[in-house]
């Protein structure tokens, strides 16, 4: 059975593995209107054609040309916009050799054959749909974990998916959001596993800040909490919580340097003990108030009753009634790490002589200011999403910030993280533990460049929140 919950890598996994779609064929000679009319009743948006002996592909993007001409679709043949002789792989072969070969030629399609017979049509959408199954079988595994060693087992399997995705290019967005979802099912099933029915049913664990926003791909650290059910009380809480952050730094998930860990009694309070610390780190003077309150803005429910969680973010809105001091005060976090950003060492990234090529904290000068502006504005206006993308997305719908910037920080968010996890990965293949540092020395021109244009973009924001704010006036 456990063999059976393996996760399929695409270094072994083969081209029958993936979602194969069965072709549909057309004679060369079939009119464009015809063929038009059998692709869209079957929902497709190719079809192979036969011309004699030989074999092509006609496609949605083909259509687009021979419609460019004067002569009416009707009259023109199909065969006359076919590629024939198309890329075609084994059913048998490597998938990641077909992953390979889409990427290196640029093309979305790959006849598939057994022998000379084709027996099927591989997409880049299968491709996707076979790597969103790796994360499906992970998570089958997680769900049938018996024992924390089980579980253990399931966890350990996340960093190698994390890195097939990556080096099969798959979107930094889309690699983030099935590790979030893996994650949060880990922490579930580890906490079926150790608190009570009891206990869960008077309580809400949550996972917060970059884990919170789905943002944490390679494990740094560990952010989440217990809200308790006010009134409830229960014998032994503090063995189960302590067991289930050792539990999950034997799971590879380092302990958070600030404590943010539901084994810490400030993590780990009922509804009205939460509500008291909301009201502190809003009106409190402990200098760790303003960063506990956004780590917090970002917590996502893991198990557990949701409504305890609710509850609190009312609470929230209440003691944040009138702040609008409180909200640039909030925002004003964007400029602790301004004077190396505004240093103006990016603008020499192509040169990249002297003490420009050190390393760099990416976070410190990058994602953060992005990450924690959204935030701000998100808390201002009272946006529920917590990824930073999605908030952004409800922030230009609202007409809070002008689209076009609503997009340029996604794609720099997204930039960034793609090279921190890049960096990452290197980092833990030659035996170092993953931070938040890379060396733009050891980028390739283009992702220099790419470095550079974000940060820029950067800049910019935190220029225009510092407008919004006023916080050249605090």
């Known amino acids: ?55 092509g592909i006609f496609t949605a993007t083909d259509l687009v040309a021979a419609l460019a001409g004067d002569r009416p679709p009707s009259a023109l043949t199909v065969g006359a916009f076919t590629h024939f002789d198309p890329w075609s792989v084994q059913a048998g072969d490597p998938l990641y050799d077909a992953m390979l070969l889409m990427l290196r030629h640029r093309i979305h399609r790959l006849l598939v054959r057994e022998g000379s017979e084709v027996v099927g049509i591989l997409s880049q959408l299968e491709l996707m749909g076979f790597l969103a199954s790796h994360s499906h079988l992970i998570a089958a595994e997680v769900a049938q974990a018996g024992a924390i060693p089980d579980l253990a087992h399931a966890a350990g399997q996340v960093e190698g998916l994390i890195r097939v995705l990556h080096g099969d290019g798959v979107r930094i967005e889309i690699i983030a959001a099935l590790v979030g979802g893996l994650n949060r099912q880990i922490f579930r ?33 560990q952010d989440n909490a217990l809200i308790l059910r006010d009134g409830f009380d229960f014998p032994g809480l503090d063995r189960i919580t302590e067991s289930f952050t050792e539990a999950l730094i034997g799971f590879g998930y380092p302990p958070c340097p600030g404590g943010i860990m539901l084994s810490r009694p400030l ?41 305890l969680l609710a509850q609190l973010r009312a609470r929230l809105r209440r003691i944040l009634t009138g702040g609008d001091g409180f909200h640039a005060r909030f925002a004003a976090a964007i400029q602790q790490f301004g004077s190396t950003a505004q240093g103006g060492w990016w603008r020499r990234l192509p040169g990249l002589r002297g003490p420009e090529a050190a390393e760099i904290d990416l976070k410190k000068l990058g994602i953060f200011p992005v990450v924690h502006g959204v935030r701000a504005l998100a808390l201002e206006y009272g946006l529920s999403a917590q990824p930073t993308a999605e908030r952004l997305r409800q922030l230009a719908e609202a007409g809070r910030i002008d689209a076009g910037l609503a997009r340029d920080l996604t794609d720099a968010l997204h930039c960034m993280m793609g090279l921190k996890l890049a960096s990452n990965l290197g980092q833990i293949a030659a035996g170092r533990a993953p931070d938040n540092t890379i060396r733009p020395a050891g980028l390739g021109t283009l992702d220099r460049q790419a470095l550079r244009d974000s940060l820029n973009i950067v800049r910019d924001f935190k220029a225009w929140l510092t407008q919004h704010y006023r916080l050249d006036a605090l």
């Not at 206990?199 to 390679?218: F, H, K, T, Y």
């Open 189 to 221: 099933r580890l906490w079926e596993l150790l608190a009570p029915e009891a206990l869960r049913a008077n309580s809400c664990l949550i996972v917060m800040g970059s884990e919170g926003r789905s943002e944490q791909i390679i494990r740094t650290d």
């Open 1 to 55: 059975m456990r063999a059976q919950r393996e996760m399929v890598s695409l270094m072994t996994a083969r081209v029958r593995d993936a979602a194969l779609r069965k072709p549909h064929f057309a004679d060369a000679g079939t009119d464009l209107v015809t063929l038009c009319r059998e692709m869209a009743a079957r929902g497709i948006a190719d079809a192979l054609v036969r011309d004699g002996d030989r074999l």
């Open 267 to 307: 993590w780990c309070q009922s509804v009205q003990g939460f509500g008291a610390a909301l009201y502190d780190w809003v009106h409190g003077s402990d200098p760790e108030g303003a960063m506990n309150l956004a780590i917090f803005l970002d917590a996502a429910v893991v198990a557990g009753d949701a409504e």
